[in-house]
Structure formats: C-alpha cells, structure tokens
C-alpha cells in the first residue's frame, strides 16, 4: 500500500507536486482517508505541538473534558495529553486504526455529516479542537456541524494550514484570536449563545 503524503496544503506554500495531490484532488478527501486513513500521520506534527502549548499559554483553555474531533492518528490527543488533559473523546470516521495504535483509545468513527445531523446531542465537552480537518468539510455543511459543535462546547480550537474555513458569528462561534506559527494558524472560538 502506499503511505499517505501530505493531503493538506497551506494556502501560501510551495505546493508539492505529485500524484497523491491528484489522486486527492480527483477522488476527494473521504475516498483518500478511507484508502490511506490506517496509516495516516501528520507531517507537521510538531507545528501542531508547539501551536497547542501556545495556545494553552495564551488562551484560559479548560482541558478537563476534551473532543479531538477529526483526530488522524492522535496528534491532538498526544500533545494534549502531554500538557495535562485526562479525558480526550476522539471521532473520525476513516483513522481508527491509526488513532488506536498511537494513544491506547478508540476513536468514534462519527463523520462531519452525522455531527451536524445532531450525533453529538447531549453531550457536553470542555474543549473541542480540530487540527487540519475543517477545510475538508463540504462547505454546504459546515453551518450545521459548527451550530450542532456550539451546542456541546463553549470553547474550540481550530489548526489548520488554510485560510479557509472562515466562521461567522452566525454559525454560533465568536472569534477570540488567531497566532500563526510555522505557516499553521491557531485559531480560538467562544461560543456565541
Ligand atoms: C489532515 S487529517 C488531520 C488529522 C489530525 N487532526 C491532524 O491534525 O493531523 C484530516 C482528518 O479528517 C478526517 N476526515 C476526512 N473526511 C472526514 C469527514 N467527512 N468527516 C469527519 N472526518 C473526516 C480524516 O479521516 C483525517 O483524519
């Protein structure tokens, strides 16, 4: 099988040529994370650690009850983990495998589709945080699935190499900042009730 590349590129970089990029651009990103999903690892893993210590230096994160929503295979998890939070729940529906043999736990293999038709009601979480899966979201969805996340949390987290997704106040989150580090922009939320 082949490994996975990059299946993520920043808006401002060199894009990488290469078959993989096509073969993501012409079976889009559920069909390439089902073949790839076991195997997955993020390149820019260390971005992402040091994105979230400053994150957790900057922003009053609460990491007592965590979602690692789109969670690969644990990068979140790992990092949030090495600064301090006890209960990460994990979803993605095509890197369990992945996922399970980096942090010993079992991801819920939820898609953004089932979140935003209501999957997570009842649920309560302190934090959400979403690293490099957003702009994978069909855009016609992303209004629902950020209204259905606004239900369950207060606070979100988002990394991501894009611009995009950019999310207004009416989706139901209000921006708190953004950092960029590395070309990976950190950006905070509130919810807006
Ligand atoms: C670029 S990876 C990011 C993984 C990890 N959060 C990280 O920072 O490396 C994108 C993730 O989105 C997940 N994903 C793709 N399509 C999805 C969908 N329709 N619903 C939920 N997750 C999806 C993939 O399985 C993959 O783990």
């Given amino acids: 099988m082949k490994s ?3 299946p993520f590129f920043p808006d401002d970089a060199d894009e990488p040529a290469g078959s993989i990029r096509e073969e993501y651009e012409r079976h889009g990103a ?9 195997t997955y690892r993020n ?28 969670a690969g295979s644990g990068e979140v998890t790992l990092a949030l983990r090495d600064l301090g939070a006890k209960k990460i729940d994990a979803i993605d529906p095509f890197t369990a ?3 399970a043999q980096r942090t010993g736990q079992l991801a819920e293999p939820f898609t953004f589709a089932d979140i935003a038709a209501g999957a997570l009601d009842g649920r309560r979480y ?12 069909e855009p016609s969805r992303l209004p629902g699935l950020m209204y259905q996340l606004s239900l369950v949390a207060d606070s ?3 990394l991501t190499p ?3 997704p950019h999310i207004p106040r009416e989706w139901g989150w209000e921006s708190e900042g953004e950092f960029v580090v590395e070309r990976v922009r950190t950006r905070f939320y509130r919810a807006a009730r």
């Fill in 97 to 99: 495998e992945a996922y």
């Fill in 156 to 158: 979100l987290l988002v």
């Fill in 43 to 70: 390149p820019h893993e260390d971005s992402i650690v040091r994105c979230l210590r400053l994150a957790t230096e900057r922003w009053p994160l609460d990491l007592s009850r965590v979602l690692d929503l789109a």
């Fill in 162 to 164: 894009h611009k995009r």
């Fill in 126 to 137: 302190s934090l959400i945080a979403c690293s490099f899966a957003l702009h994978l979201c």
């Fill in 4 to 6: 996975p590349s990059e």
């Fill in 30 to 38: 559920d069909a390439y994370y089902q073949q790839y999903g076991s």
